[in-house]
């Protein structure tokens, strides 16, 4: 069966620091998601990885893939509020999506 | 362009009882399939189909039945309601192309909250 780790599952950081949330994964895949849940909504997708090696930015966030460690990091720079929400990385093996426990980051002015 | 719709939002039911809950998509995604949000636990997957006429169970199937008649729905049953059913439910649908690299992420509804008494 297919495992998705995420470390850590809750992260508490100050306004301005920069933070990264891990992601393994216990099988072959190159295809890799992040998606973002604020409380009581649904997930929006955040980054779509491809392959390995590949590397996604999008603000103060950005995402990697290295299909060789099956890991997948999400990168925090700088963190504001508005970051505060629930991520989640999710793998796609082609017929099934398996998706980690997802990482609470709540930023604190 | 609606996405995912589910409905309805919000449910509660008792014990025993049975109810459907509807997932319909507008982006011809051949690929649909049903999640359950638990605190702590991560999304996990009841059922899945791959396209009309065809559909598989998840991890967590026990319980719950789907049927997809067409391309855009895809409905869950609830056969007999038990406490353990309260849970968050999400419908997604992706792409799915002729090679990976065509492949799209999930894109999800806005959940279904049940609560079972």
């Known amino acids: 069966e297919l495992k998705v780790e995420q470390n850590p599952l809750f992260l508490s950081m100050q306004e301005g620091k920069n933070y990264t949330i891990y992601c393994n994964y216990s099988?072959?895949?190159?295809?890799l998601y992040w998606y973002r849940q604020d409380p009581g909504k649904s997930l929006e997708s955040l980054f779509v990885?491809?392959?390995?090696?590949a590397v996604k930015q999008e603000g103060r966030l950005m995402a990697s893939l290295d299909t060789k460690a099956r890991l997948s990091t999400l990168h925090i720079t700088a963190a504001v509020h508005d970051l505060s929400a629930t991520y989640f990385c999710?793998?796609?093996?082609?017929?099934?999506?398996?998706f980690g426990t997802g990482t609470s980051l709540t930023v604190i002015p | 362009n609606a996405g995912v719709t589910q409905t309805p939002k919000f449910q509660v039911l008792k014990t025993g009882q049975s109810m459907t809950l509807q997932c319909a998509q507008d982006?011809?995604?051949?690929?649909m399939s049903w999640y359950r949000q638990d605190p702590g636990m991560g999304l996990r997957l009841i059922h899945y189909?791959?396209?009309?006429?065809?559909?598989d169970q998840g991890e967590v199937p026990n319980g719950y039945n789907v049927s997809r008649s067409t391309t855009e729905d895809f409905p869950l049953r609830l056969l007999s309601a038990a406490p353990s059913q309260t849970s968050v439910y999400f419908c997604?649908?992706?792409?799915?192309?002729?090679?990976?690299?065509?492949?799209?992420?999930?894109?999800f509804g806005n959940g279904t909250r049940l609560t079972v008494t």
């Open positions: 997604a649908s992706s792409y799915r192309g002729p090679y990976d690299a065509y492949n799209s992420p999930l894109h």
């Open positions: 099988t072959t895949s190159d295809r």
């Open positions: 990885l491809l392959s390995n090696g």
């Open positions: 999710a793998v796609d093996t082609g017929n099934q999506f398996y």
């Open positions: 982006m011809n995604h051949e690929y």
């Open positions: 189909s791959v396209g009309a006429g065809i559909t």
